[in-house]
């Protein structure tokens, strides 16, 4: 039987995650892909039917997470935030051992390849050594550039957008108007399975046109105003009805910076989504070209994804506090 034109067989590590899930469901539903779940021996982790799972052993030298990639034509990795350091690394020697030809790195959300939002934002620099090693490891690398995730960063608390929708209080970043480029994980799932099953090659638009190059998408490119507009069409309230204060991004950024000095998360998270939100500081990643249409991703609708974020922000979600 000839081999298919497209990517074929897929693994991920850390499909328990949030954006993980979402990237099993929507390969699975194309059913052009097998899909791998990667989980460490002895974590009790069930897989979404149809997705097999593979247990490895990250203390055996590689060997086990090797035999499990043998095989595999496209690795996607999503790491914790607490994940150990050199997780990332380890993962991409046992993938070029496996002769995994193509891999997605732990680079998740904003434009990395905008130099000085890179530079000035804290996981800046990690990223973009996570793309280097792929490129060191003699596999290609495919990056996609979603913006931060919208129902995530709306429901998470005030460090992120800047909203407490429990409180009904949100902090202006100036005057709230800066548009950014975001999208739900809903859309992070269908972008990836719509790219993974184009063809590999050929005529436009093909999976090698993203080979070594970053993938950019959304859902919305929406201001602070834009989501305090469509929470109050969610929930029935008007701005009377919030307590509205303003910061400028310039005093935000500093006041993360000397909390994350101080051991808070509340600081990283103040420090990167102030950063974002500079006024034309590289959030709005519009003009270089969305992938949108050429993936064949449908219209988000905003006040969905905002009603997803307010059942997100009343559920037990961690909040930073």
């Known amino acids: 039987m000839a081999q298919a034109n497209h990517i074929e067989r ?5 499909f328990t995650g949030r954006l993980g899930s979402h990237f099993i469901e929507s390969l699975l539903a194309t059913g052009k892909h097998t899909v791998t779940a990667i989980t460490r021996a002895g974590g009790n982790h069930t897989v979404l ?3 097999r799972l593979a247990e490895v052993n990250y ?5 086990s997470l090797v035999a499990a990639l043998r095989g595999q034509q496209f690795l ?6 607490s994940a150990p350091p050199d997780t990332h690394s380890k993962i991409v020697e046992a993938a070029a051992r496996a002769g995994v030809p193509y891999i997605m790195p732990n680079i998740h959300g904003f434009d990395i390849f905008n130099d000085s939002l890179r530079e000035e934002s804290v996981p800046g620099s990690s990223h973009m050594r996570y793309k280097n090693e792929v490129e060191e490891s003699g596999a290609k690398w495919v990056v996609m550039v979603s913006g931060f995730w919208y129902e995530w960063s709306l429901a998470l608390g005030e460090p992120c957008f800047g909203f407490d929708i429990k409180n009904k209080t949100v902090t202006f970043f100036d005057d709230g108007k800066t548009a950014i480029n975001v999208s739900t994980w809903k859309r992070c799932g269908r972008a990836l399975a719509a790219l993974l099953s184009l063809p590999i090659d050929g005529a436009s638009p093909a999976f090698s046109d993203w080979i070594g190059k970053p993938l950019y998408f959304d859902s919305f490119l929406v201001s602070q105003r834009d989501m305090l507009d469509s929470l109050n069409r969610v929930l ?9 204060t303003s910061e400028t991004t310039a005093q935000r950024q500093k006041d993360g910076q000397k909390e994350l000095a101080e051991g808070s998360m509340r600081g990283f998270a103040k420090l990167m989504y102030s950063r974002v939100f500079f006024p034309g500081g590289g959030g709005d990643y519009t003009g270089k070209g969305l992938a949108n249409d050429a993936l064949g991703l449908p219209k988000d609708d905003l006040d ?5 974020a307010v059942e997100l922000a009343e559920s037990d979600l961690d909040h930073f506090v």
């Open 304 to 308: 969905e994804a905002t009603k997803r």
């Open 76 to 81: 996607i990795i999503t790491l914790s935030i």
């Open 10 to 14: 897929v693994a991920i590590i850390g």
């Open 236 to 244: 029935g309230t008007t701005d009377a009805d919030w307590t509205i």
């Open 49 to 51: 039917s149809g997705a």
């Open 59 to 63: 203390d055996d030298g590689g060997d």
